[in-house]
């Protein structure tokens, strides 16, 4: 079984930029869901894609959006970005109408200058 | 206030001991309770999964939600240095986001 994978590992960015992140979703799964985790505080929930449409947003402006793709994989878009974004970005898989045990993957740890 | 409150620790405890860590909740609509353990610049990692009110073991691992007062626990017996990480509580609605709100974490450390 393959667990959930994400990339890049690292990246650096400067304010205004674009970033692309990229997760692939553990065997068997179909639904993705975004977080952002500070330092030192616990994950916060972006959005949820499930059969490649949004299916749940948290408290985050339209600038992070998103993709899934049929394979069940995902993008997670940051567009104008701030200060503020820099962050450990994880991606974390389910199944539909299963028991909401969610994965994680590593994350993708994004600074921005 | 937030959603879910946690204790930022740090807790540091002796090897072979009982730890327990704990959290807090406002939102009575919460009926997932699950417990990660992450360790430093890595992703979490899924511990203990409860639905509803009760106990669960697992090994050293024993979870437990008390609904009436809005309170979960992990219980890690004969605690180990490869323990030290930070764990973090987690919990979601019965509805269709699967949306996970989290405690900000505990950070435990076993001394050898």
């Known amino acids: 079984e393959t667990g959930v994978t994400q990339s890049p590992t690292h990246l650096i960015k400067t304010r205004g930029q674009q970033v692309t992140l990229r997760c692939s979703s553990q065997?068997?799964?179909?639904?993705v869901s975004w977080y952002q985790q500070a330092l030192g505080q616990g994950p916060q929930f972006i959005f949820q894609?499930?059969?490649?449409?949004?299916?749940g947003r948290g408290n985050f402006p339209p600038r992070f959006s998103g993709l899934q793709f049929p394979n069940y994989s995902s993008e997670l878009n940051v567009n104008a970005l701030e200060l503020d974004d820099s962050a450990l970005y994880l991606c974390?898989?389910?199944?539909?109408?299963?028991?909401?045990?969610?994965?994680f993957g590593p994350g993708t740890r994004l600074t921005v200058l | 206030q937030k959603e879910v409150e946690q204790d930022p620790g740090p807790l540091s405890v002796p090897e072979g001991a009982i730890v327990s860590l704990n959290c807090t909740y406002s939102?009575?609509?919460?009926?997932?309770f699950m417990w990660y353990r992450q360790y430093s610049r890595k992703g979490p990692e899924l511990l203990m999964y409860?639905?509803?009110?009760g106990n669960k073991e697992d090994g050293r691992f024993t979870a437990q939600v008390d609904k009436s007062s809005k309170y979960i626990s992990l219980f890690i017996r004969d605690s180990q240095p490869s323990d030290s990480a930070t764990y973090l509580c987690?919990?979601?609605?019965?509805?269709?986001?699967?949306?996970?709100?989290f405690g900000s974490g505990t950070r435990l450390l076993v001394r050898p």
């Open positions: 939102n009575s609509a919460f009926q997932y």
């Open positions: 409860t639905y509803s009110s």
């Open positions: 987690a919990m979601s609605e019965w509805d269709s986001s699967y949306k996970l709100i």
């Open positions: 065997s068997g799964h179909n639904t």
């Open positions: 974390a898989s389910t199944i539909a109408g299963g028991r909401n045990e969610q994965f």
């Open positions: 894609y499930y059969r490649e449409e949004e299916n």
